[in-house]
């Protein structure tokens, strides 16, 4: 199994990015996907998720609003929009993936079995 993450990169406050993660290896549909991100000196903090089978979406408080998880089957791709980016927003984005996470466990970094490698988001004027 393998994620693959991408789109990162360097954008002003207020712009917009959006990233992808593309798995391989594996039914995608099945598995629920999410993002995380790290920034420098801190932990490895949830941000985004969305659900196997129903494909609902769930958001930290700080993205909430700001932020749309999406995927396409077909692609085998999860996709990250992020829109009014702010300089707190600066991170290595990481995805995720897990085949039999519950809702309770979704904002735990050790319930997800396989991880991407990271892309960098940098905001900043």
């Known amino acids: 199994v393998q994620l693959q993450a991408s789109g990162g990169g360097l954008v002003q406050p207020g712009g917009s990015l959006r990233l992808s993660c593309t798995l391989s290896g594996r039914t995608f549909s099945r598995d629920t996907v999410a993002w995380f991100r790290q920034a420098p000196g801190m932990d490895r903090q949830f941000v985004a998720a969305?659900?196997?089978?129903?494909?609902?979406?769930y958001y930290s408080d700080a993205v909430k609003g700001r932020f749309t998880i999406s995927r396409d089957n077909a692609r085998g791709t999860v996709y990250l929009q992020m829109n009014s980016l702010r300089p707190e927003d600066t991170a290595v984005y990481y995805c995720a993936g897990s085949a039999s996470i519950i809702l309770s466990n979704l904002a735990s970094r050790s319930a997800y079995a396989y991880w991407g490698q990271g892309t960098q988001v940098t905001v900043s004027s």
């Open positions: 969305i659900f196997r089978g129903t494909n609902r979406e």
